[in-house]
């Protein structure tokens, strides 16, 4: 959401986000682009949702809530809920070829790891990612521990992960899904296939198209003031006409602490991944402020170290200077 610019080659240029903008050519085989749909550093929501109603979307359906809404795990009192209106977005296919792969109540059958499943979109516009979803993934019946499963379409490539549940490394992976990207392809087929030979559940695989001309550059919230950027420190003036959560566009870590008119105020996850804080209507001085974990610490425990160190060679020298003195005294006695 807050990635502004990408430096590309040409071989990784089929990974850039939809509507990147070339800004120059770097030299040596490497391009700059520009991400016009970019989130600001700070910004504000005036709704929320809460995280296991979030859980339950569509792939689409969590773009959408991710682009218009805050998801907490907490509810928000002072705001509303946000409902989303997002379309499913799915679109049927046919499958051209399932030599070797049959997928059957409920189970796909893979006989060899060099067969393909072969999917066709009835339809795939060019200004439309497309999205795989693998919906019931699970594993752990077939007596494998883990798989990967390969989805090529056009230059793009993708891996999703499978590991069975009684896998010392399991990690729940539930109904995997993967972008695609662009629709329209010359060849518009989609190829999938699998590691490991088995059988493994598998409801179904989904397509979904999500109509990318509906996007538009974000734009700048005037809501937010004076935004200052320093070593460590986010600072800025808010002015919300209602209640609202403010989002700091950075990975929420415990390190960072946020001041509201210089009272110290709680924050929480957004997104799953962003740093957010209610704040009521009206003007507000905002700063955040990064602080190193156990810093004060390492510093104190290094003056205590450089002081030991420096008592340490303050006693030798003494003490070889006291050795000397000795033998000078035993040398005048004889």
Request: net charge negative; with cysteine; proline share 4%.
């Amino acid at each position: 959401l807050g990635v502004k610019y990408y430096i590309t080659t040409d071989s990784t240029i089929q990974y850039l986000p939809y509507g990147a903008e070339f800004v120059k050519d770097l030299g040596e085989g490497y391009y700059l682009y520009q991400n016009p749909y970019a989130r600001p550093m700070v910004y504000s929501y005036d709704s929320y949702m809460l995280k296991e109603d979030y859980d339950h979307l569509n792939v689409l359906q969590k773009q959408d809530a991710a682009l218009n809404t805050a998801t907490v795990d907490a509810p928000q009192e002072m705001l509303s809920l946000y409902k989303n209106t997002k379309e499913e977005g799915e679109i049927s296919y046919t499958i051209i070829d399932s030599s070797g792969i049959q997928l059957k109540d409920g189970k796909i059958i893979v006989d060899s790891a060099e067969n393909y499943l072969e999917l066709l979109p009835d339809k795939s516009p060019e200004d439309s990612e497309l999205y795989l979803e693998l919906q019931g993934l699970e594993i752990t019946s077939s007596g494998n521990q883990s798989i990967e499963v390969y989805i090529n379409y056009g230059e793009v490539s993708r891996t999703v992960s499978a590991t069975a549940k009684n896998y010392t490394w399991h990690y729940d992976n539930e109904d995997p899904w993967v972008n695609l990207g662009l629709g329209g392809k010359e060849d518009d087929t989609v190829y999938l296939s699998f590691s490991t030979p088995g059988t493994y559940d598998l409801k179904s695989i989904r397509l979904y198209q999500n109509n990318l001309e509906e996007l538009s550059p974000v734009p700048e919230d005037d809501e937010i003031k004076d935004l200052i950027f320093e070593t460590n420190t986010i600072e800025c003036e808010v002015v919300f006409e209602e209640d609202k959560i403010l989002n700091f566009n950075i990975p929420y870590s415990d390190n960072w602490t946020l001041y509201v008119d210089g009272k110290e105020t709680e924050t929480f996850q957004v997104n799953d991944l962003t740093i957010g804080c209610m704040l009521t209507k009206g003007n507000h001085s905002i700063t955040m402020i990064y602080r190193t974990p156990y810093l004060k610490i390492a510093a104190v425990g290094t003056i205590i170290g450089w002081l030991g160190f420096s008592a340490a060679i303050l006693l030798y020298f003494r003490g070889r200077k006291k050795d000397a003195g000795c033998r000078q005294e035993a040398l005048q006695v004889d």
